[in-house]
């Protein structure tokens, strides 16, 4: 599903040149539940962006179902990103004005979908996150669980196959922070792809397939038996 | 359509979420389209007004009179008085056949003027039928101004200017068909005139003259002279008017035999009056207009820093809808129709509170010098569409391009952006 010929990126900053990803090569298949673990700074991040195509490599070539995505314009993109793949990120990200329903149906109002359609799938949604009683909150009057609860949801709108989840656990108790990893471990049984990354060893552990990095290299990609 | 219809939801959700931010943009711009239009209005009033009062004389005409030759010319010595006779009238009429109208009047003041036991001193004025509509000497209703059977039989009527009846007989209401004295000779009172604003005159203003026929007048003073000789090309031929003025004198110093070259007489052309006072109004409008322009341009500054500093702000707000799949298209066409839609929506609120308040003016009874010099203000179709257009652009220009930088980089960095 996912392929990396020798991606780098380089950020320039005046003179000072910074090599966050260096000749990664990395294959990701189908179904794949992967944990990415490393330092801060080792680039994980950067991969995660460019594998969703929020980020622009500056060396290598990426492909997405076998189609190399430099060649894909900036609208292929956004559909990709609105279709093909569902974000989590640490910071949660929602909207702060919009409610959690409201948060949820932004990936589906930009698919187009009718409003019948929206309301009928964020209701469905809500439920599979457990929050049918927050709908009408804004994120301001929810706890960090929920939000994340509220993000998941929108990461799936679409039913992408591809689920990406920057330290999705990173701002949340460890308490809390178990049951987005078992929503996740649901995620994966239904048959998605995700790719995790975190700080916890613990949680990573708990994934099929682990990806150390180190100074914007891969330094072990192996898995182990779930 | 598909994607119209995505821009549409996006753009009213997002809308009634920042309800409070958009009012307040929406009030500045109201604002400043209330203080151009304001001074347009005023000045698209003054300029209407003006230009009434600039033709409460009459307009499109000369006023020529005598005077004195300064050289001497054929034999003939300087200092030789020329003055207009009433045959002058048939004479120039005849010699300038592409002037439209001559005609002539005479003047003697301090006349005395009497109804019952109101008594006035006024100048009376010797006058030909066709004066009415040359010198805008309009009857109120049920009046009538001198006519030609009056000039036949000499009759003794009187045209009263409205000032002086009013002085007059300020307790008849229709003076029409009242005795009056001139120096204890009866006269009957054929109209009054209607009310004009008159900015300019030579001699007392219309409102307080006293006009009787030309006839009656040189029966009664037996004047071989008229105080002036007015004269008015055809309406289409008042770019003429030098030319005529040149080829008046030339048959007036034939006639009275002084060199066409000196300056015997003395012209008051109207018609280059009226091209001042139209120069001096659009001036004027001009100097409104700019300076409602650049109260707009505040105005437009403001919106086109709300808009800037709302882009900014939702920087992240960008990244997060790209990241969940927003076209770049989308993002920036929601910012443009946001800042068009502000734009808009101040300039019609505004435009129409300014109709609103000039049409109160205009149904309040207010009668006073000032209003009637100043006219009332008065909203211009042109003027409302200028600004819309400008406002138009105004909300394009401050939406699109901080939008545009702020959709033109990759979604991480907008994420990243606090």
Redesign the interface.
Same mark, same amino acid.
């Given at each position: 599903m996912i392929k990396l010929q020798n991606i780098s990126k380089q950020y320039i900053t005046g003179s000072v040149k910074f090599d966050a990803l260096l000749e990664i090569n990395l294959e990701i298949k189908e179904r794949d539940f992967c944990a990415v673990v490393g330092p801060s700074g080792s680039g994980k991040s950067t991969l995660m962006n460019i594998i969703g195509c929020l980020d622009i490599p500056t060396g290598g070539e990426y492909y997405l179902d076998n189609k190399p995505v430099s060649s894909l314009s900036a609208d292929e993109l956004a559909d990709i990103r609105n279709r093909k793949i569902g974000f989590v990120f640490q910071a949660f990200n929602l909207l702060p004005y919009a409610t959690a329903e409201e948060n949820i149906e932004v990936p589906l109002l930009f698919a187009g979908h009718s409003r019948k359609k929206r309301l009928e799938r964020v209701k469905y949604l809500l439920e599979k996150v457990g929050l049918q009683d927050k709908a009408l909150n804004k994120p301001t009057e929810m706890s960090g669980g929920e939000m994340q609860r509220v993000a998941i949801a929108r990461a799936l709108a679409n039913d992408p196959p591809l689920i990406l989840a920057d330290e999705p656990t990173g701002n949340l108790d460890s308490k809390t922070g178990e049951s987005i990893v078992r929503l996740f471990h649901e995620l994966s049984a239904e048959g998605r792809t995700l790719l995790v990354i975190t700080h916890d060893p613990n949680i990573a552990s708990q994934m099929p397939r682990i990806i150390h990095m180190q100074d914007g290299r891969i330094v072990n990609s192996h898995a182990h038996a779930a | 359509m598909?994607?119209l219809?995505?821009l549409w939801? #996006?753009f009213v959700?997002d809308f009634r979420?920042?309800a409070g931010r958009m009012t307040l943009t929406i009030i500045g711009l109201v604002w400043g389209t209330i203080s151009i239009m304001l001074l347009l209005s005023f000045g698209e009033g003054m300029h209407h007004q003006m230009m009434i009062n600039n033709k409460g004389m009459g307009e499109n005409m000369a006023i020529v009179w005598g005077g004195r030759t300064n050289k001497s010319y054929k034999g003939l010595p300087s200092g030789r008085r020329i003055w207009f006779h009433p045959g002058d009238i048939e004479y120039f009429g005849k010699k300038l056949p592409e002037l439209r109208v001559v005609t002539g009047e005479y003047m003697r003041w301090g006349q005395k003027l009497n109804y019952g036991d109101t008594y006035l001193n006024k100048m009376i004025n010797g006058l030909y039928p066709v004066y009415e509509e040359l010198r805008a000497h309009f009857p109120q209703e049920g009046g009538r101004f001198i006519n030609d059977l009056d000039m036949k039989l000499k009759r003794r009527v009187i045209f009263l200017g409205d000032k002086v009846a009013e002085e007059l007989m300020p307790d008849i209401k229709n003076p029409v068909g009242e005795l009056v004295n001139i120096n204890g000779m009866p006269f009957t009172v054929i109209g009054v005139q209607e009310p004009k604003q008159q900015m300019n005159s030579y001699g007392p203003q219309d409102a307080n003259k006293v006009s009787i026929p030309a006839t009656t007048y040189q029966l009664m003073w037996n004047e071989p002279y008229l105080d002036n000789i007015l004269w008015a090309p055809y309406d289409k031929d008042i770019d003429q008017m030098d030319e005529f003025i040149e080829r008046f004198n030339e048959v007036a110093a034939a006639k009275y035999k002084y060199d066409p070259d000196d300056k015997v007489l003395g012209t008051w052309n109207v018609v280059e009056g009226q091209k001042i006072m139209n120069n001096i109004l659009i001036g004027m409008k001009w100097f409104l207009g700019f300076v409602g322009f650049m109260t707009l341009a505040i105005a437009g500054v403001g919106v086109a820093n709300i808009m800037y500093v709302s882009v900014k702000e939702r920087t992240?707000?960008i990244?997060?809808?790209?990241?969940?799949?927003?076209?770049?298209?989308?993002v920036l066409w929601q910012f443009v129709c946001e800042a068009l839609f502000i734009t808009f929506t101040g300039g019609a609120i505004g435009i129409l509170l300014i109709y609103c308040l000039t049409e109160t003016l205009k149904i309040l009874p207010i009668d006073n010098d000032v209003l009637n010099m100043m006219g009332y203000p008065t909203v211009s179709f042109i003027d409302g569409s200028i600004i819309i257009v400008i406002l138009g652009i105004i909300g394009l220009l401050s939406g699109y391009f901080p939008a545009r930088k702020a959709a033109s980089v990759?979604? #991480?960095e907008s994420?990243r952006y606090e």
């Open positions: - | 598909r994607k219809s995505i939801n #996006v959700r979420k920042q992240r707000e990244g997060i809808k790209m990241a969940m799949g927003a076209r770049r298209s989308l990759t979604p #991480v994420l």
